[in-house]
């Protein structure tokens, strides 16, 4: 089956002039590449997790695909079209949720926005009814869409926002972090709907590692504006990266210490990182079989690893 593409980018970057220091009479500047050189493609039903430290250029290079900035060097094309040209003819085909910005009417409730939606965009009658009825039961929104969005609760609203984000039927989904500060049956029910999204294209940035692993199915990670790491999220779960764990005890270490490298973190609050995967078994039952744990946490998310490895890796650097 031929490949269609959605999003396709080469050498793409963009400068922002910074202010370096403020003179007696005029100002310095110096240019900044928050998104530096980046090229990839981005394939129909893909669901990308964009993932970087702050800072890293992530919602710039989100705003350069929407056509919302002009890049300052490279190209992006989005449905093979310069977007920024044909900002409007593909805002048709894209629904957007910011987690911190809302497009619902503050004073109306949700299915107001969702009615304007339907004109703006132009669907049948009968198409909107069947979707908004689809959409309402996927996320279980049905008891609060005629209740005032001000009156919502976080995780209600953040429903509403999908169903008025997606009521058009849109082809590429952009998801700035959209379960920041939800609770966890919320942010599960999100992503079990995100998941079911299969024949949508989908670019989810958030920084909840764990949430990326479950939604997605290739993961790009920016740092300083470079592309640092694209891969499958299969073959990020085949990598055999290590484990840290991290414990609390009120005990003397004297009983372990030698035997492993810990590192004390704060009062009575300690870890041993670096564990290669066939000695975190023997590590776990050293700690538990000779200490009084209070608490104790396994870390192995392969992402959160790859994240910091990147991040330290600062020779990517130019500015
Ligand atoms: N309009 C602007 N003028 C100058 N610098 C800017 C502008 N917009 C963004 N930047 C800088 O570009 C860099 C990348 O910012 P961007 O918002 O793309 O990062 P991000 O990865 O989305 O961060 P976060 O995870 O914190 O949302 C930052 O150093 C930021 O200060």
């Given at each position: 089956m031929e490949k269609i593409m959605i999003i396709e980018t080469n050498g793409l970057s963009k400068k922002y002039k910074k202010i370096k220091s403020k003179g007696l009479l005029k100002k310095e500047y110096i240019d900044y590449s928050a998104v530096n050189n980046i090229t990839l493609s981005i394939e129909k039903n893909e669901h990308i997790g964009l993932v970087g430290l702050n800072g890293s250029?992530?919602?710039?290079?989100?705003?350069m695909i929407l056509g919302i900035l002009q890049p300052t060097g490279g190209e992006v094309?989005?449905?093979?079209?310069?977007?920024v040209k044909f900002r409007q003819k593909n805002a048709m085909h894209?629904?957007?949720?910011?987690?911190?910005?809302?497009?619902l009417r503050w004073d109306l409730p949700p299915i107001d926005t969702f009615k304007l939606n339907r004109e703006i965009y132009r669907i049948p009658?009968?198409?909107?009814?069947?979707?908004?009825?689809?959409?309402?039961?996927?996320?279980?929104?049905?008891?609060f869409l005629y209740q005032p969005v001000r009156t919502l609760s976080l995780g209600q609203r953040m429903k509403a926002e999908f169903i008025a984000a997606l009521i058009h039927d849109p082809e590429l989904i952009i998801l700035d972090e959209p379960t920041i500060g939800l609770d966890v049956v919320?942010?599960?029910?999100?992503?079990?709907?995100?998941?079911?999204?299969?024949?949508?294209?989908?670019?989810?940035?958030?920084?909840?590692?764990?949430?990326v692993e479950k939604v997605c199915s290739r993961v790009i990670i920016l740092n300083r504006g470079k592309l640092v790491l694209?891969?499958?999220?299969?073959?990020?779960?085949?990598?055999?990266?290590?484990?840290?764990i991290k414990f609390t005890t009120q005990d003397d270490l004297s009983k372990i210490q030698g035997k492993l490298e810990i590192r004390k973190v704060s009062d009575s609050s300690y870890e041993v990182a670096d564990i290669a995967s066939d000695e975190v078994k023997n590590t776990l039952s050293l700690i538990t079989g000779q200490l009084d744990i209070q608490h104790i946490e396994v870390k192995r998310s392969k992402l959160e690893y790859?994240?910091?490895?990147?991040?330290?890796?600062?020779?990517?650097?130019?500015s």
């Open positions: 250029g992530k919602s710039t290079l989100i705003k094309k989005t449905f093979d079209r310069d977007p894209i629904g957007i949720v910011f987690g911190q910005r809302s497009q009658v009968d198409v909107y009814e069947e979707r908004l009825a689809r959409l309402t039961k996927l996320l279980d929104a049905a008891e919320t942010k599960n029910s999100i992503v079990s709907f995100l998941k079911t999204l299969t024949d949508k294209t989908i670019i989810f940035t958030s920084h909840d590692l764990e949430e694209d891969k499958s999220i299969a073959e990020v779960e085949k990598l055999d990266t290590p484990t840290t790859l994240l910091e490895q990147t991040a330290e890796r600062r020779d990517n650097f130019e």
